[in-house]
């Protein structure tokens, strides 16, 4: 059976990969610029204090630093009342430990931050077998000031500001699309409560004793971060998507050649529970 896609010779396809690289040359030159502009973003004095709980116990955020004079805080959605974290965020989380001693040797430490109990995140870190620093913000008000959790108020009053808009996200629909159900339902929690946290990033630095705020991003903006995504982008059939197919990695079947105790696979997880990819348009 011949394939439905466009077949060339060799010497085509060279012509026509030669056109797309001057594409793809342009795009790594505007990214470069934008890493330039990111840069050179004005910093925010951080004057308020706020307290995390972390593995080696109270934390200010200046102590998120570790030393170092960089910080980098992955907004992790795992909400107080969720049972499990986002299947969506751990994915991306799937790849910190791997790249994370490489930025806390260039003076950079990276944490994931999270409302939900230090209890909690121990737990779902030893089942998916993580490493990386994870600092709760329980009781606190530091996902709220930087925009990735709300109150039953603001969503009740349709005043929710995610993504430097407001109610510009499809968790904001008064209809949650069946996506956000199920991801909720994954997480052990309804619709309404599963989105009133939200992923991020942001960034801080801190010198001569001073922690300044310099960058955040949120949904879209987030996708650099998707390791997997990086990977399917160059893949021959591209992200190949019709609806939700990714899961936890301790929820696939065990049969598609890969270890998964490796992963730090449960074996009594459940398969079949998804989540819907960080889009500020339309589910994935």
């Not at 910080?71 to 986002?86: R, S």
């Not at 790249?99 to 003076?107: S, T």
């Not at 879209?220 to 998707?226: P, T, V």
């Not at 998964?260 to 696979?265: I, V």
């Amino acid at each position: 059976m011949m394939t439905k896609h466009m077949t060339a010779t060799r010497e085509e396809w060279l012509a026509a990969r030669l056109d797309l690289i001057e594409a793809e040359k342009e795009l790594t030159r505007r990214s470069d610029e934008l890493a330039r502009r990111r840069e050179a973003l004005p910093w925010v004095r951080v004057d308020k204090t706020y307290r995390f709980e972390t593995d080696e116990g109270t934390a200010a955020l200046a102590d998120l630093f570790r030393g170092r004079s960089q910080l980098l805080v992955y907004h992790f959605m795992f909400g107080p009342d969720y049972t499990a974290g986002c299947p969506s965020c751990s994915a991306v989380a799937d790849g910190f430990d791997g790249f994370v001693v490489h930025l806390a040797n260039h003076d950079v430490t990276l944490s994931a931050v999270s409302r939900a109990p230090l209890a909690k995140l121990q737990a779902y870190k030893r089942r998916m077998g993580w490493t990386f620093p994870w600092a709760s913000s329980h009781g606190g008000d530091f996902n709220f000031d930087f925009n990735v959790s709300f109150t039953e108020a603001q969503q009740r009053d349709g005043t929710i500001e995610y993504n430097y808009r407001r109610n510009g996200h499809v968790m904001d629909a008064a209809q949650p699309p069946e996506p956000v159900v199920q991801f909720a339902t994954s997480c052990g929690t309804d619709a309404a409560t599963y989105t009133r946290d939200r992923p991020g990033l942001s960034a801080f630095v801190r010198e001569d004793g001073v922690v300044y705020h310099t960058y955040s991003t949120y949904a879209r903006g987030l996708d650099g971060l998707w390791g997997m995504y990086q990977w399917l982008d160059r893949a021959p059939k591209g992200r190949n998507e019709t609806g939700v197919w990714w899961r936890r990695h301790d929820q696939y079947e065990p049969d598609r050649g890969v270890d998964m105790s490796r992963l730090g696979r449960n074996e009594e997880a459940s398969a079949g529970q998804s989540r819907i990819r960080q889009d500020d348009r339309h589910p994935a």
